[in-house]
Every structure is written in C-alpha cells, then in structure tokens.
C-alpha cells in the first residue's frame, strides 16, 4: 500500500494504535503535542538522540527494514545503559521517499517494537514525514537511574581497572562480508546487462553466509547490554566511567582518557575476541587487532571499576578486565603480544572526518 | 572552513563549548552519552520531536541558516506552550552534506541559541553526522508543567469556547510571497544562461520585500506564545484542551474535535487576519479564509476555556475567541461571512499525502 494513501496522521495511527504502555512513568504516549511523563523523586532522567541517515549508516540492499528498526532502537538503548540507567520511554522520527510503502514501515516498527519490548521502553511519539531522497531515522530515548547512581566518562583514575564486555570487532567483520557479497551481486548484475538480459531476471540479493552467521548477527542485530548492566548491580559494582563501543574501542578509550584526565594501558592478548572474527579477518588480509580496537557498532560496554574490585569484577560472565587506567602523562598505550609498546589512535568511525 | 578539519567531535565541541545551563533541572549537558536530568517532585516531564528535511520543510535558496536555527528550535519550543507547559532542554541532531561549511553551522546554531535564550531552554546534547544529499534537523525538546496541569487535546466540551492568539495565515502568505520571488530569480538566471553569461555574474538572490515585513517574519521568524501561556496562568484559566497551530486551523481543530468527541461552529468574520495577509491574498488571488483556515505553521495557540470564563479570557490581549464546541453530531462548521454554513475540511500541510 502506498503511504500517501493513509497520509502522516492515517500512518502514525496504523503504526502506532495497539502500542500498549509497559511504564508507570509515562502518563500519555503518542497523539498529543507531547508525551507526558512523571518520573518519581530520586530518579534522573536520561536523554540520548541519534539521527541515522540512509547511505551513510545503513544500506538497504542488504539490511532488512525490520532489522533496521531493531538496530536503530538498539544504538539508543545501549547509550542509556551506558550511563548506568534503564530506559523508559523512546520517540521515533522518520523521513521517508516516495519508494517506501506502508508494509515496509511495518516490518521496521516490528524490528523497532521487538527491541523496545525486550528492554520495557514505550514509545511516546515521534514525527513522520516525507524526504526527497534517501530515509532518515532520529530517535531519542529516555530513560532513568537512581540519583547518584548514574556513572559518566569523567570518574575513572589512575590504576583503576579496565573492563570490556563480549567481544569486538565482529559487527565490523560482518560489514565487510556484507559489503564484499554486495560488490559480488552489483558485478553479476552488470555482467547480465552488457549480456543484454534484465536484471530482473538475476535471482534476487541471496548470498550464502554459512559459516559467518555470528559476524552478520553482531552486525545486523546488535544487543544492548541490559544484562551487564544487571549483573554489575547484582554484584554492588558502580563503575568509576562507562560508555558503550559505538565508534571503536580506541576511540572510546580516548573519551574516557581524555575527560577522566588520565591515561590508558592495554594489553593486544586481552582483547576480547571470537572465532569467527579472527577467521574472517585473516580471510580479508585485515589485521584482526586493528578491527577490535576500531572496528565499531559492537555496542558492548567499556568501563572502569576501582583495582580493589578485580576479583569481583571478573567474576561476572562475560566481562574481561583488558587493561588500566595510568597518570595521563603516560599516555594511551597498547601493549602488543610481543611487548612492543604503541600509542593507540582513534581511526574508528568519525562520519564528518575526510 | 571545511567541516571536515573538525571532524564529528571537533565540530561538536566548537559550536557548543561555550554554552551555559541556565536550568537547575539540568544536571549534565553535552558531552557524555547521555544528557542527565532531575526534575523535582510534582512535575511532569513533556517531550516533543520533530524532523526538518531540507527541500520538504526548508528551502535554503531563501532561508538563511540563522533564521532555520530560529524556526526549527521554535517550532519545538511551541510543542511544549501547547500542553500547558514550560521548555527546558533540547537536543540538537544535524545530518550535512558536504557543501556545508563549520561558518554555515556556525549561523545556524546562533539562530538555535537565540530562540533557546529567549525561552530559556539548555542544549544539552544531539547527533551531529553526513548526509549524502540534503540537510536534515532533528530537535527534541523536553519541558514540565506542574502535574494537573498539562493541558491535552482531548478534554474539550460542548459549548467551550474557542480560542486563537495573534492572527493565521500570515506565515504562509510569506511562503508564497517567498516561492514566488524565487521563481522570478530563476527565471532571471536561466534568461543569462540563455545569453550566454555566467550565472554567477547576476546580483545575489535580494528581491524587494518592502511592504511585506510582516509575512515574511511571520514565515522566517515564528514566534512560540510562551506570553500566551503567561498570561493564562496570570488570569488563573487553565483551557480544556490545547495545540499550536503548525499545519492550519481547520487541521488543528479537527484534531481536538476528533479527541475531545465534540464537533464545532467557528465564524469566518471572527478569524484574526492581519492586514498585509488580507492585501497579499488579494494580490495573489487567494481567499484569505482559506489561508486562515489551512495556512499552516503560524505556531499560534489554539485552545478552548468554559464559557463562564468568555469575559476573562477576552481580556487577554492578543486573544480572540473565534467560535465555540458542539455535540459531536453537529460537525465541524464554518459560519461564512453571509450566514451560509460550510462543512470544514483539513486541507493543511500533511507531507505524505498525495
């Protein structure tokens, strides 16, 4: 069905209308001027925005609109675990070309909702409008934590510890699979037209990705880390700094560093890595460090807990202590396998950087 | 300069660096990953959104960036007037393509922080990143009202009065005034292109606006009615239901008819024009109710008060009561000028409409 048959008001009300409300906090969600929360006295509330804009951080011909829904709440649930709080509530605005239909809108508020659902999020509202060319995505996320409980990129210290979840690089891995396979199919469709046969006749975008399936899922259908989050309150644990890897471990590394006024030590051994990455960086001629440290869009946690808290710490599944916070005259150092010492470099994602 | 020699994170700190937190409720700003708030005991929280695209919402042969700084903050600002509300914070996202310069943004967010002073709202976070082709904005602000006072679009009743601020139809005589100049300065280039002479060696876009100041500021430089909502605090009236006026009277009305289960009967002699909206129209041969009715983006208030309150909310300057609520089975009725009453029809901006 063609969008403009329901028009903004007709698509927002079909996209929209069985949302039920998981939160006390949200007295009225989509349909009014705004939304109208109450958070009770105590709680802090969170704000996080990300705008996502077609051909520069996603690629429709090979990421489904409903994993896209499900990715693009998923970048703004990760950054309000990153700040030690739960999310609560979500707006979602869209800018939609003419190619769209209604049916593609609701394969991304399925991906979208499945994502809200698994982390009890609303959605309040949002805006939905047209665009001349490409879609454009912006959601922003509210979400709450106990005051005093919220942890920033500023508190970390000398000697403090060093902890990552899961592993890195494999979403990176899973972009370039999905870029080498795109390349592949655009040659045979070429090749078909000097033939002088129609595209159309090519069997559609299928590729085989037996074997990968890890990398494509860590790209595709990433995972805000509740669960660490959970398991560091469980253990009393208040990290000292914490955000989530978005750009790449480096750059990360560089924030906290930079607003902590410390420096950083880290060891290549201890970077968190899985099979597959590895196997799929030595199949790409890619250095399997260099992915890990700026790959990106792994939307693990970084953080930084006291020295006193190593037994602790390590204890919980999943986390790996990978290095130290050191006086900022030192720097931010990798120490690589063969104990050579090398300064690490933010060549993660920087989208308005040449 | 090229926004390239910042990068996201250097042109991020450059434009907001020197910002200060004029609200209490604002307990971090930009610069982590998320904004941190705490409102005290009793408030509710509003959060409203919307999504600019450049050539849909914005036309920068005409717009200068300072003045779309202005109006996009503005437009938000007034999402939070129409509950009842006051606005506090508000997050900034950009999508530019590469013909944007660090001076263009820097324009842009002086027109931003303008209207943010003006109503006393802190940036306190956003998403700055590339775009292929045109410019996307993505705002949302955050306000609170005291909780019991918000005031919704669903709580009106038969025989409420209805009420606007300041006059309608102004901004969208600007608009035409605007694409009708365009069109001459296009006109003019092609005509030189056809000589055989450079574009570039014609003046500048500067038509002679002289006579229609009024359109224009109404079309450029929308002002929110926070003194509106002053001044009905002042007068202790709390209206039974509330929204801006973004896409046209007849829309907006629909949408509290709609939510309120009530039909309406406004008076087209009641309906406040200004005089160089009545001279302009004439000019371009419009109607000028039916600007009234479906201009769009005047951000004025539209809001309903019990009758018993005719002779108090008729004393707020600048207010004008323009017609009253009636059962629902009655519809929405315009009383023309000779008696004759016409069914209203929402021909206002909708975007995705054909």
């Given at each position: 069905m063609e969008i403009a048959e329901l028009g903004e008001f007709g698509l927002i009300r079909h996209l929209t209308e069985d949302i039920e409300i998981k939160?006390?906090?949200?007295r009225k969600g989509v349909g009014d001027d705004c939304a109208v929360l109450e958070y009770p006295a105590g709680r802090q509330v969170l704000v996080t925005t990300d705008l996502l804009m077609e051909g520069i951080h996603f690629d429709l011909q090979y990421v489904p609109l409903k994993h896209l829904g499900y990715k693009s709440a998923m970048v703004n649930l990760s950054d309000i675990y990153a700040m030690n709080g739960h999310p609560r509530q979500m707006t979602v605005s869209l800018a939609l070309s003419k190619r769209f239909t209604v049916e593609d809108m609701e394969q991304f508020y399925e991906g979208l909702r499945l994502a809200c659902d698994a982390h009890g999020c609303d959605i309040v509202g949002g805006d939905t409008t047209s665009s001349l060319t490409g879609m454009a995505i912006s959601i922003t996320c509210i979400g709450d934590a106990e005051a005093g409980k919220v942890v920033f990129r500023n508190g970390a210290r000398a000697n403090d510890l060093i902890c990552v979840s899961g592993d890195l690089g494999a979403a990176y891995m899973g972009l370039q699979l999905l870029e080498r396979e795109k390349t592949v199919y655009n040659e045979q469709v070429r090749e078909a037209q000097r033939r002088g046969e129609k595209p159309d006749t090519l069997p559609p975008f299928e590729p085989d990705f037996s074997g990968h399936e890890y990398l494509l899922e860590r790209q595709l259908k990433p995972e805000a880390r509740k669960d660490i989050i959970e398991a560091l309150a469980a253990a009393d644990i208040l990290p000292t700094s914490m955000m989530d890897i978005s750009d790449g471990l480096s750059s990360e590394l560089m924030h906290i560093c930079s607003q902590s006024h410390t420096g950083c030590r880290i060891y290549e051994e201890r970077l968190p890595l899985d099979y597959q990455t590895a196997v799929m960086a030595e199949e790409l001629n890619m250095n399997v460090t260099t992915c890990a440290l700026n790959g990106g869009e792994d939307y693990e946690l970084l953080f930084t807990v006291p020295l006193t808290l190593h037994d602790r710490v390590s204890a919980i599944p999943g986390v790996k202590v990978i290095g130290h916070m050191t006086k900022p005259e030192l720097g931010l150092q990798l120490v690589c396998r063969d104990g050579v010492e090398m300064e690490l470099k933010a060549q993660g994602w920087n989208p308005l950087k040449r």
């Amino acid at each position: 069905m063609e969008i403009a048959e329901l028009g903004e008001f007709g698509l927002i009300r079909h996209l929209t209308e069985d949302i039920e409300i998981k939160n006390a906090e949200t007295r009225k969600g989509v349909g009014d001027d705004c939304a109208v929360l109450e958070y009770p006295a105590g709680r802090q509330v969170l704000v996080t925005t990300d705008l996502l804009m077609e051909g520069i951080h996603f690629d429709l011909q090979y990421v489904p609109l409903k994993h896209l829904g499900y990715k693009s709440a998923m970048v703004n649930l990760s950054d309000i675990y990153a700040m030690n709080g739960h999310p609560r509530q979500m707006t979602v605005s869209l800018a939609l070309s003419k190619r769209f239909t209604v049916e593609d809108m609701e394969q991304f508020y399925e991906g979208l909702r499945l994502a809200c659902d698994a982390h009890g999020c609303d959605i309040v509202g949002g805006d939905t409008t047209s665009s001349l060319t490409g879609m454009a995505i912006s959601i922003t996320c509210i979400g709450d934590a106990e005051a005093g409980k919220v942890v920033f990129r500023n508190g970390a210290r000398a000697n403090d510890l060093i902890c990552v979840s899961g592993d890195l690089g494999a979403a990176y891995m899973g972009l370039q699979l999905l870029e080498r396979e795109k390349t592949v199919y655009n040659e045979q469709v070429r090749e078909a037209q000097r033939r002088g046969e129609k595209p159309d006749t090519l069997p559609p975008f299928e590729p085989d990705f037996s074997g990968h399936e890890y990398l494509l899922e860590r790209q595709l259908k990433p995972e805000a880390r509740k669960d660490i989050i959970e398991a560091l309150a469980a253990a009393d644990i208040l990290p000292t700094s914490m955000m989530d890897i978005s750009d790449g471990l480096s750059s990360e590394l560089m924030h906290i560093c930079s607003q902590s006024h410390t420096g950083c030590r880290i060891y290549e051994e201890r970077l968190p890595l899985d099979y597959q990455t590895a196997v799929m960086a030595e199949e790409l001629n890619m250095n399997v460090t260099t992915c890990a440290l700026n790959g990106g869009e792994d939307y693990e946690l970084l953080f930084t807990v006291p020295l006193t808290l190593h037994d602790r710490v390590s204890a919980i599944p999943g986390v790996k202590v990978i290095g130290h916070m050191t006086k900022p005259e030192l720097g931010l150092q990798l120490v690589c396998r063969d104990g050579v010492e090398m300064e690490l470099k933010a060549q993660g994602w920087n989208p308005l950087k040449r």
